[in-house]
């Protein structure tokens, strides 16, 4: 069968690199060995061809139907239920992918989606123990960076608030077809003990949004959106008032939504 065509309004860069597939595959070994494992975007399979040689169910959800197609018609040839998806991840119920139980996520991501799939992995964290795979680079140094550094940003705070988030390593842009225009890394990310974050998680979201799109001024200036000026008071007396987003831990964000919280309810009395 002839080989897939990469679709640009898919995203699709097909990973061409044996080893740097088999590598990818490997991380879903740790820290659970025996879970099943869902890919995201398998495309022809060249990662899932080692997925499926591991001792553990296995499931791939592709969004291309000739994707689909050509694995049914190779890799999956012999199989009387092909354990394909055919639809989009980010529209589907985890849930019912392995009847409820929990499941390692992995897969070359899309990048133009690769924060929306991230996003919907912290709403099934209960779900997903586990979360390895390629993304660009400078996504993955985002993800992975700390506070008071230039990446440390949104999807930092986001994620890290659920999970560890571990950089694996970097990917040549060759290894890829067609070659995209940025060099690409591996992450792992492994769900950390909290359970609940000590505040409004949905506020928690909006305030960290808030501040860091408006990343270079003080919280008391990036704030003035989402609160009253006798509101935002509260904020301007506090020790977070000269602070920018970039200076505060997860813990302190925590503090500060909560702040804001109380800056609300004060709006209301």
């Given at each position: 069968m002839k080989q897939v065509r990469p679709k640009k309004n898919l995203g699709q860069h097909f990973l061409v690199d044996l080893n740097i597939a088999k590598r990818i595959a490997d991380t879903v070994d740790e820290p659970y060995q025996e879970l099943p494992v869902l890919e995201v975007g398998p495309g022809?399979?060249?990662?899932?061809?080692?997925?499926?040689?591991?001792?553990?169910?296995?499931?791939?959800?592709?969004?291309?139907?000739?994707?689909?197609?050509?694995?049914?018609?190779?890799?999956?040839?012999?199989?009387?239920?092909?354990?394909?998806?055919?639809?989009?991840?980010?529209?589907?119920?985890?849930?019912?992918?392995?009847?409820?139980?929990?499941?390692?996520?992995?897969?070359?991501?899309?990048?133009?989606?690769?924060?929306?799939?991230?996003?919907?992995?912290?709403?099934?964290?209960?779900?997903?123990?586990?979360?390895?795979?390629?993304?660009?680079?400078?996504?993955?140094?985002?993800?992975?960076?700390?506070?008071g550094t230039k990446a440390y940003g949104i999807l930092s705070v986001l994620i890290q608030a659920w999970y560890d988030v571990e950089y694996l390593f970097m990917v040549d842009e060759t290894v890829f077809n067609p070659p995209p225009k940025v060099k690409s890394a591996v992450i792992r990310m492994v769900r950390n003990e909290v359970q609940h974050l000590g505040c409004d998680e949905d506020l928690f979201k909006r305030v960290v949004k808030t501040a860091f799109n408006q990343r270079r001024k003080m919280l008391r200036v990036s704030l003035k959106q989402m609160l009253s000026d006798e509101a935002l008071q509260m904020i301007a007396d506090s020790p977070f008032a000269t602070l920018r987003p970039e200076q505060l831990s997860i813990e302190r964000f925590v503090e500060l939504t909560n702040l804001v919280e109380k800056a609300l309810c004060s709006d209301t009395k």
């Open positions: 022809m399979g060249v990662m899932t061809q080692y997925l499926v040689k591991k001792p553990r169910p296995l499931k791939v959800v592709e969004i291309d139907r000739e994707s689909v197609a050509y694995l049914k018609a190779t890799l999956f040839l012999d199989a009387p239920e092909p354990p394909i998806i055919e639809g989009d991840f980010l529209r589907m119920d985890l849930t019912k992918v392995f009847d409820g139980q929990q499941f390692v996520l992995t897969g070359n991501y899309p990048y133009d989606i690769s924060s929306q799939i991230f996003f919907k992995m912290i709403d099934n964290r209960d779900l997903i123990p586990c979360c390895t795979g390629m993304i660009q680079h400078e996504v993955a140094l985002r993800m992975a960076s700390k506070p």
